[in-house]
């Protein structure tokens, strides 16, 4: 190699690696949309156009401080904390912020935060306080040896974690007059789908708590609290486990002990956490009306929820239920019927309500 050659070489490298160091954050979302088809679409729903202000979308955006505080605290009784305006329930694995403004306030901040964190929006109702980012890649998760560090710049798009994670906000405005704020949520994995590894496809991973803790708390600062405080209010107390499958009538249901209002709220994180899609709601009558579309993209596997109810691998069309929480005192019941208010069968049924039993705990 030619002196001059030997120069540029050594040149390029260190350029990429000075460019490495801004790595380091531990989120560093970059939406899937600009590289591949997105991993689900569903039928009902349709991608809407691009912001034209940001004209590369899906550029990362990093932000420092994905730890979120694991504390050992003990039982609290209403497992909330509060400063100033915002305050955050929680309840076992479930956080949701209680802001006491009114969602029209609320909903340019909560959109604009997704697109400064990555994303994109592949889905936004305000007239139903709904909005869920496209599927996308934390390129924090992918390894920083010398070679990435080096050349990853240059050929990104040869580097892939084999995970794609996506966020449902939902803003509920509550009796008080301010707003509820839940954000869900969802992942995939790509595996391999034969002993030959010579072929992959994407199925769902769990729900990652943590991952819901993390953007709760930098929506709080986006919202105006600062970073210390965020840390301190996500890591309040954690209240007990407070569901169970049980059974009336014949039919499995889920007995909470909440009241109405907690358990309302919890059913509907669980809901969104779960892979059903909320489409409308009715307070009123403590009832959910909920679609499911398994989220399979490239059609090789049926996916959790397919084979939970024995579909088959053609077989991918939304499946529609009502969802109805009950009070009974201070205490409450969540049960499930189809679309038209008739009963399911017992054994979907007891499917169905053992998922959300374990989420509510």
Known sequence: MNPLSRFALLGLTITLGACSVLQGDKIDYKSAAVKTPSL??????????????????????????YQVGQANAAVVPTATASLGDVRIERSGTQRWLVISRGADKLWEPVKDFWIENGFLLAQEQSNLGIMETDWAENRAK????????????????LY?????????????????????????????????NSTAKDQTVWQPRPADPELEAEFLRRLMVKLGVTEEQSKALIASGVAKDSSRLSSVNGQPVVQLEDGFDRAWRRVGLSLDRTNFTVEDRDRSKGVYFVRYVAPNPDKAEPGFFGKLFGSSKADNKPQKFKVSVTSQGSASVVSIHNADGSALPEADAKRIMTVLADDLK
Do not use: C, W
């Open 40 to 65: 689900e679409v569903p039928p009902d729903l349709t991608q809407l156009s691009k912001d034209s202000r940001y004209n590369v979308p899906g550029a990362a955006v990093t932000a420092s401080g």
């Open 142 to 157: 992918l390894p920083q040896d010398f070679i990435r560090n080096t050349l990853g710049k240059v050929f990104d798009s």
């Open 160 to 192: 892939s974690t084999g995970e794609r994670d996506k966020f449902r906000t939902r803003l509920e405005r509550n009796e008080a007059g301010g707003t509820d704020i839940f954000i869900s949520h969802r992942g995939m994995i790509e595996v391999y």
